[in-house]
C-alpha cells in the first residue's frame, strides 16, 4: 500500500521554488468552478489587474501561461520570431544561452554577446550591437540566478524603442523582489515566474505585453480550426504561430471579454496566482522590496563576519540571491548535504562554469524573513566547522543581529 504523502517542513533558502507562503496553499483549496463561470471570469480579470500592477504597466495584455516560468519564455518568443528573424542576446549567465536555445527552435538567426559569468554589460556595449546589428528582437534576462547578477534595464529599452526592436525581458527571478518597471524601461514583453519571489508553486508564468507586440500578433493570428466561423479564418499561412498551445494570439481571444475557448484553465493554479499577488500588494511594492533588500543585507553581513566572501561585484548583485564562495579544500555539496540532512535546510549549488565553486542562497518572497535568515547562518556555521573550514565563529549572528536591531531603532 503507498502511505500518504507528508513531506519533510524545509527551510528553502534556493533562488526558486521558495516557500510557498501559507495563505497562497490555503487558496489552493478553494473549490472549482467552470473557466466561464461568471465568478471564475471575474477571478481572472482581478488576476490581470493585479499583473499590471506588480508589473508596473498600463498594458491591456497581462496574463499568465499555464506552464512553469519556461512557458511563458517560449510563448513570447515562439509568437514573435519567424524565420529568418534577427535576435540579438546578450549573455552573462545561463539563462542568456535559454534565450539562444528557444529562439534558435524557431528559425531565428542568432546574434550573441557574451560577457563573463560574474559580469552584467554596461549598457552602451548592448546598445552599440543594436545599432550595429538592427535586431527585430533584444532578449535578455533581468535577473541572472546562476550567478547572483542583475543586468541594469532602463538604457538598453530606451535604444531598442530608438532603433524600433522589440525589447523581451526574462524577469522570471525578478518579479515581486525587486522593481521590473515594465513601461518606465520601455519593456515590450516581459516574463514572470511565481516560483521565486512571489511565493507560489510552480506551474504558472505571468507575461506582459504591450501594443507594439500585440500588432506582430494580429498579423500572424490564425483561429483554431474547430472553433473558426468559417474556412478563411482557419486558413493557413506561412506567417502562422508554429506553436498551439504557446500561441499568444489565440490566448488573448482566451482572456479577452470574447473568452474563445483555447485551454481549460489551471483553476487552482490561477487562484494561487491571484492570492499570491494579492498578497504582493497587500504589502506593498516598495515596502516588499525594502524587505528584501533588509534580508539581503542581514545575509550579507553575516557571511562576510563568518569570514566567507562572496561572489561577483557588489554593485551589481542580484539583491534576492547572494552566491557564496565554496572555502578552498570544503566539498561543497557535503556541506549542502549537512544542510539538509541535519537541519532541514536547502541552498543550492551552481551550474557551467561555476558548479562546485559557489553557494546560491536565495532571500525570496515568503523565505525571505528574518527566522530563516538566522536559520541558515546559524546552521551554516556549525557544518562548516565541522567540516573543517577556519572561520569566525560566533560572528555572523551577530552581524545579521545588527542589522535588523538597527532597523528597528
Wanted: proline share 5%.
Amino acid at each position: 500500500m503507498y502511505r500518504d504523502l507528508n513531506t519533510p517542513l524545509r527551510t528553502i533558502m534556493t533562488p526558486g521554488p521558495v516557500e510557498v507562503d501559507p495563505r497562497v496553499l490555503r487558496a489552493m483549496c478553494t473549490p472549482v468552478l467552470g473557466q466561464f463561470d461568471p465568478q471564475f471570469i471575474a477571478i481572472m480579470n482581478e488576476t490581470m489587474s493585479m499583473l499590471r500592477k506588480v508589473f508596473q504597466t498600463d498594458n491591456q495584455w497581462a496574463f499568465p501561461i499555464d506552464g512553469t516560468s519556461r512557458a511563458g519564455i517560449e510563448a513570447v518568443l515562439a509568437s514573435l520570431i519567424e524565420p529568418g528573424d534577427v535576435v540579438l542576446v546578450p549573455i552573462y549567465g545561463r539563462f542568456g544561452h535559454l534565450l539562444v536555445e528557444i529562439s534558435q527552435r524557431y528559425g531565428a538567426e542568432i546574434v550573441t554577446l557574451e560577457t563573463s559569468w560574474g559580469e552584467v554589460f554596461p549598457p552602451q556595449t548592448v546598445i552599440e550591437k543594436i545599432n550595429e546589428v538592427r535586431p527585430k528582437i533584444v532578449a535578455m534576462v533581468h535577473g541572472e540566478t546562476s550567478t547572483a547578477c542583475m543586468q541594469p534595464l532602463k538604457e538598453i529599452g530606451a535604444a531598442c524603442r530608438k532603433a524600433d526592436a522589440l525589447f523581451v525581458v526574462d524577469a522570471v527571478a525578478t518579479i515581486g523582489g525587486t522593481a521590473v518597471k515594465v513601461d518606465e524601461w520601455m519593456i515590450d514583453a516581459a516574463i514572470g515566474g511565481t516560483q521565486k519571489c512571489l511565493s507560489i508553486p510552480s506551474g504558472m508564468a505571468p507575461i506582459t505585453f504591450n501594443s507594439r507586440v500585440e500588432k506582430i500578433l494580429l498579423q500572424r493570428k490564425r483561429i483554431e480550426r474547430g472553433l473558426a466561423d468559417n474556412a478563411t479564418q482557419a486558413g493557413w499561412s506561412d506567417r502562422v504561430i508554429r506553436t498551439n498551445y504557446f500561441d499568444l494570439s489565440q490566448l488573448m481571444d482566451y482572456w479577452s471579454p470574447t473568452r474563445l475557448n483555447h485551454h481549460t484553465e489551471a483553476t487552482s493554479m490561477l487562484y494561487a496566482l491571484r492570492e499570491g499577488l494579492r498578497i504582493v500588494l497587500e504589502e506593498g511594492l516598495e515596502a516588499r522590496f525594502s524587505r528584501h533588500k533588509l534580508h539581503e543585507s542581514a545575509l550579507v553581513s553575516g557571511l562576510l563576519a563568518m569570514g566567507l566572501s562572496l561572489y561577483g561585484d557588489a554593485g551589481i548583485k542580484l539583491p534576492v540571491v547572494t552566491a557564496v564562495n565554496i572555502p578552498e579544500g570544503i566539498d561543497g555539496e557535503a556541506v549542502r548535504s549537512m544542510l539538509l540532512n541535519d537541519f532541514d535546510i536547502e541552498i543550492a549549488s551552481s551550474f557551467g562554469p561555476l558548479k562546485g565553486k559557489i553557494w546560491r542562497i536565495g532571500t525570496m518572497g515568503y523565505s525571505c524573513r528574518q527566522k530563516n535568515v538566522l536559520h541558515v547562518l546559524a546552521a551554516l556555521e556549525a557544518v562548516l566547522i565541522r567540516n573543517g573550514a577556519s572561520i569566525n565563529a560566533g560572528e555572523a549572528l551577530q552581524a545579521a543581529l545588527d542589522v535588523y536591531h538597527s532597523k528597528h531603532q
